[in-house]
């Protein structure tokens, strides 16, 4: 087992595809809200598409605070991998266009990547926890 840092989070890439669903922590006031959203990660950085007019992007608005939790199985054990960040809304118009490019359900929700009813998020600030399907203690680093 890797146990270098860099070893980490080669290990925590590789369970991250390039779509895929993940449980997504927002909140509204004092309640969390947690559901299952597809998580684009492109070129190591992570993008949520979702409507304007959504609960969770009104919620990333109004508090960028949000994490995502992805769980991990191998061979009956479980783990995690559960990342925190800054939700930024993406207004610029190449960044959106880029991005929109690489999202296979794009067109099944939005006319294009200039719809006003599109809204895109970037995830920054990244702490990442991992805890390895077996194991007892996750590791924490910043990305």
Excluded at 4 to 14: F, K
Aim: glycine share 6%; hydrophobic share 40%.
């Amino acid at each position: 087992m890797p146990n270098t840092l860099p070893e980490i989070q080669e290990e925590v890439w590789r369970h991250l595809k390039p779509t895929q669903y993940v449980y997504l922590a927002t909140s509204e006031g004092e309640q969390p809200r947690v559901r299952p959203v597809t998580l684009l990660n492109i070129d190591q950085k992570f993008w949520i598409a979702t409507g304007m007019r959504s609960a969770k992007a009104r919620q990333m608005r109004h508090n960028p605070n949000v994490e995502f939790c992805l769980p991990l199985g191998a061979e009956g054990d479980s783990g995690y991998l559960r990342i925190a960040g800054l939700a930024e809304s993406v207004t610029e118009p190449e960044i959106r266009e880029t991005i929109g490019k690489q999202i296979p359900f794009l067109q099944e929700f939005w006319s294009g990547s200039d719809d006003p009813q599109f809204a895109l998020f970037r995830i920054t600030h990244i702490e990442v926890e991992y805890l390895r399907p077996g194991e007892m203690t996750a590791f924490t680093f910043l990305a």
